[in-house]
């Protein structure tokens, strides 16, 4: 068996250790003699399983007690439509930062329900900062204010938070969940698709300050109100029970290797190792601004659209896979989530410099 470096934005790498334990797991789960996938999601040993995996975030992110902790589906898309719902109830107004698609997308669906506010947008330069704020321009009655912490598709993430004084912070952190430490008390919302960096897709995570729950307009569906999987635990109906019991694993993972500090020093380390070749580089060159960068997504071009096509094709025929740029962007992208080993991102940039020679 080979198993190649695969450096997709998403659905990504799952640490193997993750992988062949469920594998150990899958026909016989625990002496229950059947996987989880068959199992009800009604038993005492799954209830062990959601609620293992809820102390996982709790502890791992530490969510402090006036925060409910929910496993939803539908995407981190979803929460687009699920926030403006359940929160843009009281002044009907939200802010909005457009750093890229996915902040985007939040901002459009957010205005088929009320007023949403663009405090700033670095579409200008193709998303390739994050703008600087100014909290004279945020609106002071919104009912939330909305980022994307951490820009997938053109890999800038936010290095400060915004002040918003008393408007809940909502962010979407599908593409750095559990990457480094986060303060979760200085948000009234989180919310990321699970399969960036935390387990299979079909799983959405949302961490929501208990006195946002409860507000949602009339008409919301039922399963688009928080109220409704906060009251049940996340089991109002049936949960994506496999893919929860996966991220519980990822979790285990994350804390036997030292928990979110430690994953942190090992994300910028690994990405210390892109930065700093792209920095001397004399064929290959980074597409943010410096201070902006993530840790996770790191998006490079060699300026040439042939060339860039053609070190893609060799990098895949080279194991190093799904490192195409998004459209948008073009080039390349190198996706360094926190099952990304070290040695991954060594093999490529050797790979790069080889390339840099021969062209
Ligand atoms: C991938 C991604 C999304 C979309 O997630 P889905 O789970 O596919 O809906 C939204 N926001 C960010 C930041 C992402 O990286």
Known sequence: MSRVYNFSAGPSMLPEEVLKKAADEML???????????????????ESIIQGAES???????????????FLQGGASSQFA???????????????VLTG?????????????????????SKDKTFSYIPKLDPATFSKDADYFHICMNN???????????????????????????SEPIDVSRFGLLYAGAQKNLGPAGLTLVIIREDLIGHAMEFTPTMFN????????????????YAIY??????????????????????????????????????????????????????????????????VKQATAAGFVNIKGHRTVGGMRASIYNAMPIEGVEKLVAFMQQFEAAH
């Open 226 to 241: 928080y109220q409704t999987h906060s009251d049940n635990g996340s089991m109002f109906n049936t949960p994506p029970c």
């Open 82 to 96: 699920m926030v403006p719902l359940n929160l843009m109830t009281k002044n009907k107004k939200a802010d909005f």
């Open 246 to 311: 996966i991220a519980k694993l990822v979790m285990e993972w994350v804390k036997e290797n030292g928990g979110l500090q430690a994953m942190k020093e090992h994300n910028e380390k690994k990405a210390a190792i892109l930065y700093d070749f792209l920095d001397q580089s004399k064929l290959f060159k980074g597409t943010v601004v410096k201070e902006d960068r993530s840790l996770m997504n790191v998006p490079f071009v060699t300026g040439d659209e042939a060339l860039d096509a053609e070190f």
């Open 152 to 178: 997938t598709i053109y890999g800038t993430k936010y290095h400060t938070l915004p002040d918003t004084g008393d408007v809940p912070l909502v962010a979407d952190i599908s593409s750095c969940i559990m």
């Open 28 to 46: 016989d789960y625990q002496g229950s003699g059947q996987s989880v996938m068959e199992m009800s999601h009604r038993s005492k040993v799954f």
């Open 56 to 70: 996982l975030v709790r502890e791992l992110m530490g969510v402090p007690d006036n925060y409910k902790v929910l």
């Open 101 to 121: 698609q996915w902040a985007t997308k939040a901002y459009k669906e957010a205005a088929r329900y009320g007023e949403a506010h663009v405090v700033a947008s």
